[in-house]
């Protein structure tokens, strides 16, 4: 994953670490089992900054948020005792709606980040409902018009989601 930030410095994810190059020097971020402000995984999966400003970092051990001003990363993590918590902590895409809402394609569905207390609330496939998502792992999230995201899946081909009713269209 790559992506170049609204200061012009590049960001690069692989799978041994987070690299951000300002046009100088290379600096690399790890996950650091003693810190828990690392990342919470070096295997990058997806990069977005939102308009805030904030880096959201898809890992396989979850999404992370990284503060600039300490260079240190919030954890959000998959917990399966609260289905209010990350779908799942294989995040494999990030992506900002025009009205505000970060979403989060993982391996086990979509999650929309509820800014102000840290929830999610989540969408997948559910076999018995033909408005779930046709696929429980998202790969690509993309809005069409305001109200509307597109959402790629693995097996289950391309989704339009109509957010107002978190059902597939």
Partial sequence: A???DSAGLIWIGTTS???RYDGYTVTTFYQDPADPHSLSSSYIQALYEDRTGVLWVGTRAGLNAFDRR???F???RHDPADPRSLADDVVQAVFEDSAGALWVGTAGGLSRLDRANGSFDTYT???DNPASLSHRS????AEGRPGYLWIGTTRGGLNRLEV???QSV
């Fill in 2 to 4: 790559t992506a170049e």
């Fill in 17 to 19: 670490g987070l690299n």
């Fill in 138 to 141: 998202v790969w690509a999230i």
């Fill in 125 to 127: 496939h559910t076999p």
């Fill in 74 to 76: 919030t954890h959000y």
């Fill in 164 to 166: 107002a009713t978190g």
């Fill in 70 to 72: 300490t260079e240190q």
